[in-house]
């Protein structure tokens, strides 16, 4: 069974930095996809990166602040977020997928919360 769990989020001010971690169990990062969304109060949610096979995409809104990245060795899927601005408010949900690139991904940990103030 796969899980997922975010850790990380919190309040920051804008200008700040913060680094999401995603500790899976039950998958493994070799030939998968991963990847971080956010959602904001009353907004869809979005794609914020995602990684596989080593390559990368990231949201136009988030590109040069943000940074995903994985340790193998530990299962671990990281989002290193700074510069962060008030817009980057949301709640920060980690996925995982067998797929390479899915448009819907199969598996969703229970969200961290990130806080940007002005």
């Known amino acids: 069974q796969v899980q997922l769990v975010e850790s990380g989020g919190g309040s920051v001010q804008a200008g700040g930095s913060l680094r999401l971690s995603c500790a899976a169990s039950g998958f493994t990062y070799s030939s998968r996809c991963m990847g971080w969304f956010r959602q904001a109060p009353g907004k869809e949610r979005e794609g914020v990166a995602q990684i596989s096979t080593g390559s990368t995409w990231y949201a136009d809104s988030v590109k040069g602040r943000f940074t995903i990245s994985q340790d193998k060795a530990r299962n671990t899927l990281y989002l290193q977020m700074n510069s962060l601005k008030p817009e980057d408010t949301a709640m920060y949900y980690c996925?995982?997928?067998?797929?390479?690139?899915?448009?819907?991904?199969?598996?969703w940990g229970q969200g961290t919360q990130v806080t940007v103030s002005s």
């Open positions: 996925a995982a997928d067998f797929r390479p690139w899915p448009g819907v991904y199969a598996y």
